[in-house]
């Protein structure tokens, strides 16, 4: 038998592991474990203390748990050899941030800190630190700080010294517990080898590090207490993509039924992973990653600075390029919302219980309307602007309501308007001289929905390649894991040996429909008044409502 790697994708509602063969890629087994307290918005499990608006918690628990399930099931469906397991990679959501003790144990495993919701996970989409980023924002801009211009020239507030900021204006005591803050890609990581590394994309992307984090006398002016911030809490050495973090710990290959010592890799974004999955190393070529939200990667052998973009990191996704993120809040989550709030009752399900038959009847029916036909447009803001605007305070609208208007219409009109978010994210990164050549559409709503990929050609006018493997970030993640064992282990010696070798390659081809091209320009030109109205012209209406919301929730 051959060598094989396992690729570990830890998304925001459950972990995906598969094991793959070393040489050429191919799927030997995949388990998925699907998080037991899933994403924590109200409730802290088992305490009854309720959270406030914009938070989102997870439990650390769960990440175990599809440790300790997930690679044993691949092993026993697969019949494959723990001996002849080379590697391990993991791909995660971030910035997910979790304080811990001396000891790497999460806060929130502690009996006297369980009912405390800044010892637990913040989650990517947590938006609760805006007031925080806005304050790292605004105080950067003043003193001309150079490192903002690397981020767009904002600090969104699901990045990690926003989210540090807010445990230290609201619960200082847990501030001076938590001995690191980190990132649960890394947390992870240290769990399998017992060794500290940040990992350069998470560092680098949602961390400010570039060659170090933010200079001591800035973190001071923000707070006093964060001047050594970087040389404690934010302590361990930065690795870049595939690095060998360490060898598998004795006691956990015990648990999860793997050999010791078999190569960790460092981790990475999980957006990220699906750069390598799809196969791309090379520049201009923008993938994709479409869930609940969506991340848009791309590659230039050039640093440039561009509104909005989320940041740019030398070999921040592949080595040898700078690597580029952009992405939208709320993509699969805002037509998710939609099918749960927004539908009445449709035969066959239960006011939307049964989703995917009710996105799949949606898909249809909106199908059937042409460019145009709705007399909708839509602003994709649902879970705030990530790119180009960075602001989590934003909210969604639709404009063109009437008596007439069917749910299937207003569905339609979200689908576009994620379509027109992305167009403008590809505009900007032109308008800054960064060409964007192709595109690849990866994660589980490309392969479910057809009618949101045509509309994304038709809008963007170009050509999108969907890859046909489900485990794209996965996959991803598996080549870490063979570049972290080396050639002469029977993985790689770089990343772009592993992709050659081991990415899917197959993919379906939406091309854009021509009479559809000049409707959604005009449709375009639309949404770009909306988006400069409601979201540069400093109106605060969306906020002003959204304080009025926030200040009657809160009595």
């Known amino acids: 038998m051959g060598k094989y790697v396992i690729g570990i994708d830890y998304g925001t509602e459950s972990g995906r592991v598969l094991l793959a063969d070393a040489g050429s890629g191919r799927e030997a087994a995949v388990h998925i474990v699907k998080y037991p307290h899933g994403v924590i ?70 009996e006297e800190l369980r009912e405390h919701p800044h010892c637990w996970v913040k989650l990517w989409k947590h938006h609760a630190a805006e007031e925080e980023a806005h304050r790292i924002t605004e105080l950067a801009a003043q003193r001309g700080e150079p490192f903002l211009q690397r981020y767009g020239g904002k600090i969104s507030s699901e990045w990690m010294l926003p989210k540090i900021l807010q445990v230290l204006n609201e619960a200082p005591d847990l501030y001076d517990r938590t001995d690191r803050f980190v990132e649960a890609a890394d947390w992870i990581v240290y769990q399998l080898t017992g060794r500290w590394v940040r990992n350069r994309a998470g560092a680098g992307y949602k961390g400010m590090w570039h060659d170090g984090f933010p200079p001591a006398d800035y973190l001071r002016e923000l707070h006093p207490e964060l001047e050594r911030v970087a040389d404690t809490k934010l302590r361990g050495e930065v690795v870049a993509v595939g690095h060998r973090a360490g060898g598998l710990g004795p006691e956990i290959a015990r648990e999860i039924g793997l050999r010791p010592g078999t190569a960790i890799a460092a981790g990475m974004i999980d957006a990220h992973a699906a750069v390598p999955g799809s196969g791309v190393y090379e520049p201009g070529v923008m993938v994709m990653v479409m869930g609940t939200s969506t991340c848009h990667m791309l590659m230039s052998p050039e640093e440039k600075f561009v509104q909005g973009v ?20 709320a993509v699969g989550d805002l037509f998710g919302w939609f099918v749960q709030n927004g539908v009445p009752p449709l035969p066959g399900s239960a006011n939307g219980v049964e989703s995917l038959s009710v996105h799949e009847r949606f898909e249809q029916e909106a199908g059937s309307y042409l460019p145009g036909e709705t007399g909708l447009v839509a602003l994709d803001w649902w879970n705030g602007n990530r790119s180009v605007l960075m602001d989590a305070g934003l909210t969604g609208m639709v404009v063109g309501y009437s008596l007439s208007t069917r749910p299937a219409e207003i569905y339609r009109a979200l689908l576009e308007a994620t379509a027109f978010g992305t167009r403008k994210i590809i505009d900007t990164f032109e308008a800054n001289g960064i060409e964007v050549t192709e595109l690849y559409a990866a994660g589980g709503l490309p392969k479910r929905n057809r009618l949101l990929m045509q509309i994304y050609a038709d809008v963007t006018g170009r050509s999108i390649q969907v890859p046909l493997s489900n485990e794209i970030g996965a996959l991803g993640a598996a080549m870490c894991g063979a570049v972290a064992a080396g050639a002469a282990e029977g993985g790689y010696d770089t990343m772009e040996d592993a992709i050659r070798k081991m990415a899917a390659g197959k993919t379906e081809v939406y091309e854009p429909i021509p009479e559809h091209r000049p409707v959604y320009d005009k449709l375009y030109e639309v949404y770009l008044k909306l988006h400069d109205y409601f979201g540069k012209d400093e109106t605060g209406i969306m906020k002003d409502l959204k304080a009025l919301s926030r200040a009657a929730e809160e009595g």
Not at 77 to 84: A, H, I
Not at 90 to 102: G, H, K, M, N, W
Not at 310 to 329: S, T
């Open 41 to 110: 918005t109200s409730v802290l499990p088992d305490t009854g203390v309720k959270l406030k608006r914009d938070w989102a918690l997870q439990h650390p628990g769960d990440y175990l748990q599809v440790l300790k399930e997930g690679i044993p099931a691949v092993l026993r469906s697969s019949g494959v050899s723990p001996d002849d397991v080379i590697g391990l990679g993991i791909d995660f959501t971030s910035c997910t941030v979790i304080p811990v003790d001396e000891s790497g144990t999460p806060l929130c495993f502690k």
């Open 310 to 329: 989320a940041g740019v990191v030398k070999d921040g996704i592949i080595p040898g390029y700078y690597g580029y993120e952009a992405g939208q809040a």
